[in-house]
């Protein structure tokens, strides 16, 4: 039987090693959000929807390692499952995921650990997305630390899509009628379908180029304060020689 003392460090430890994956998630959150504001207020296409994080349960976890037969070590746990912390980055079109992507696997502290592209080769049950696991550093007060990510990237269709098929598997016990299932797949391939059309639309309306203003906000200057700018430059650089 453990002892208090026993029970207060594993408590300590387990915490620990939650809490990293979290922080993995907030690291991974931030730079998404700095990209996300810089397409809204540079650019005139923002390819990045809304983004939705996960920390799987602790009691999911040990649940996810019981019926595995893992060794209950933090560092197998840590080796063996990937999906502890995960993150859903919903996209406006197909172009638009990939283009995150790569703008996120460009940046020199993530690690890309595996890609799946379950977009170009769908799963059989018609489920579609992009994942990618990525390691990024944890800064903590004491060490530093690289935490596994996952990532899935879809379209809003996609998202839809995905959403839907859980419900469902969860309903029947992921035991799904003949026809539900048959069903599931044909809608699969008509948000498909929609993917392709309004990329379609999109590239006919905006082709390559931009597609509105940037926004305005607090961070952008407004006519008047550029024009402000420009007589302070004018003023310190003097009248033009002779």
Same mark, same amino acid.
């Given at each position: 039987?453990?002892? =208090?003392?026993?029970?207060?460090? *594993?408590? &300590?430890?387990? /915490? @620990?090693?939650? $809490?990293?994956?979290? %922080?993995?998630?907030?690291?991974?959150?931030?730079?998404?959000?700095?990209?996300?504001?810089?397409?809204?207020?540079?650019?005139?296409?923002?390819?990045?929807?809304?983004?939705?994080?996960? =920390?799987?349960?602790?009691?999911? *976890?040990? &649940?996810?390692? /019981? @019926?595995?037969? $893992?060794?209950?070590? %933090?560092?197998?746990?840590?080796?063996?499952?990937?999906?502890?912390?995960?993150?859903?980055?919903?996209?406006?079109?197909?172009?638009?995921?990939?283009?995150?992507?790569?703008?996120?696997?460009?940046?020199?502290?993530?690690?890309?650990?595996?890609?799946?592209?379950?977009?170009?080769?769908?799963?059989?049950?018609?489920?579609?997305?992009?994942?990618?696991?990525?390691?990024?550093?944890?800064?903590?007060?004491?060490?530093?630390?690289?935490?596994?990510?996952?990532?899935?990237?879809?379209?809003?269709?996609?998202?839809?899509?995905?959403?839907?098929?859980?419900?469902?598997?969860?309903?029947?016990?992921?035991?799904?009628?003949?026809?539900?299932?048959?069903?599931?797949?044909?809608?699969?391939?008509?948000?498909?379908?929609?993917?392709?059309?309004?990329?379609?639309?999109?590239?006919?309306?905006?082709?390559?180029?931009?597609?509105?203003?940037?926004?305005?906000?607090?961070?952008?200057?407004?006519?008047?304060?550029?024009?402000?700018?420009?007589?302070?430059?004018?003023?310190?650089?003097?009248?033009?020689?002779?």
């Amino acid at each position: 039987m453990p002892s =208090l003392d026993d029970l207060v460090q *594993l408590r &300590a430890e387990f /915490s @620990r090693f939650m $809490l990293q994956y979290q %922080f993995g998630i907030e690291e991974v959150k931030t730079k998404i959000e700095i990209l996300r504001l810089e397409f809204i207020h540079l650019h005139a296409h923002n390819p990045i929807e809304h983004v939705a994080a996960r =920390l799987k349960s602790s009691e999911s *976890l040990i &649940a996810k390692v /019981s @019926r595995k037969g $893992l060794d209950p070590s %933090f560092e197998a746990i840590s080796a063996s499952i990937t999906d502890i912390a995960g993150l859903r980055i919903v996209c406006s079109f197909v172009s638009d995921v990939y283009r995150v992507a790569e703008m996120l696997s460009r940046q020199s502290d993530i690690t890309v650990l595996e890609t799946k592209d379950y977009i170009s080769a769908p799963k059989p049950n018609g489920y579609r997305s992009l994942h990618l696991l990525v390691q990024v550093p944890v800064f903590l007060s004491d060490e530093t630390l690289a935490v596994t990510v996952e990532l899935q990237l879809r379209t809003v269709a996609m998202d839809f899509w995905a959403s839907l098929e859980h419900k469902i598997h969860y309903k029947y016990d992921h035991h799904l009628p003949t026809e539900v299932r048959k069903d599931l797949e044909a809608s699969a391939r008509t948000a498909a379908e929609l993917d392709t059309i309004m990329e379609h639309l999109h590239q006919q309306v905006h082709g390559d180029g931009e597609s509105a203003p940037p926004r305005r906000g607090s961070a952008i200057p407004t006519d008047a304060v550029l024009a402000q700018f420009l007589r302070i430059r004018a003023a310190r650089s003097g009248p033009p020689s002779p």
